[in-house]
T-cell receptor, first 116, second 114 residues
Framework: AQSVTQPDIHITVSEGASLELRCNYS??????LFWYVQSPGQGLQLLLK??????LVQGIKGFEAEFKRSQSSFNLRKPSVHWSVAAEYFC??????????????FGTGTLLAVQP | GAVVSQHPSWVICKSGTSVKIECRSL??????MFWYRQFPKQSLMLMAT?????????EQGVEKDKFLINHASLTLSTLTVTSAHPEDSSFYIC??????????FGPGTRLTVT
């Protein structure tokens, strides 16, 4: 079955500290992996994506993520957080599966709070 | 580029009435559009996928007669919630995809049914 697991529902970090948000997936084919950010009452903004190639991908706003096939993981990292990145973060997986191109499956999200 | 808009951003309607939500790709032609539903503090659940000029494909458990989707052009898809009830209150998000490209998401529409 296709699924995405974000084990941390809520994370609080101090401003300036590093951040890692976890994402594990189950997918029956070559996965395309995404991280999105959603601010309150807003739609989704793409932070970064992995299709193929280098397993360490760089995204916007200083985020990066590493694809580890052996662990079925795609964790999001940021070396130093600013209060402005407090939001909800969603990991998603998609690809060509069952003929449905780019159908995305989302994790349940991680709500990030940043304390001064 | 790749901007997707939704209208309205917030709508309140009475139980039993119908409401239409528009999703537009402003600067590109979208071969495929997707409609998602998001409950408070939960993830996005795909409701249906629509390709321009053809019938939408609904996910299991989504009532196609209740959630009518029309993708009449390469820049516009509409979702009509028919005979809305309070349990239909939710945040509805659309996305649009160019051929062989990623999905671009709209800002969402909050529906409240009283």
């Amino acid at each position: 079955a296709q699924s995405v697991t974000q084990p941390d529902i809520h994370i609080t970090v101090s401003e300036g500290a590093s951040l890692e948000l976890r994402c594990n997936y189950s997918y029956g084919a070559t996965p395309y992996l995404f991280w999105y950010v959603q601010s309150p009452g807003q739609g989704l903004q793409l932070l970064l994506k992995y299709f193929s190639g280098d397993t360490l991908v760089q995204g916007i706003k200083g985020f990066e993520a590493e694809f580890k096939r052996s662990q079925s993981s795609f964790n999001l990292r940021k070396p130093s957080v600013h209060w402005s990145v407090a939001a909800e973060y969603f990991c998603a997986v998609g690809g060509l599966y069952g003929g449905a191109t780019n159908k995305l499956i989302f994790g349940t999200g991680t709500l990030l709070a940043v304390q001064p | 580029g790749a901007v997707v808009s939704q209208h309205p951003s917030w709508v309140i309607c009475k139980s039993g009435t119908s409401v239409k939500i528009e999703c537009r790709s402003l600067d590109f032609q979208a071969t495929t559009m997707f409609w998602y539903r998001q409950f408070p503090k939960q993830s996005l659940m795909l409701m249906a996928t629509s390709n321009e000029g053809s019938k939408a494909t609904y996910e299991q458990g989504v009532e196609k007669d209740k959630f009518l989707i029309n993708h009449a052009s390469l820049t516009l898809s509409t979702l009509t919630v028919t005979s809305a009830h309070p349990e239909d209150s939710s945040f509805y998000i659309c996305s649009a995809r160019r051929l062989a490209d990623e999905q671009y998401f709209g800002p969402g529409t909050r529906l409240t049914v009283t």
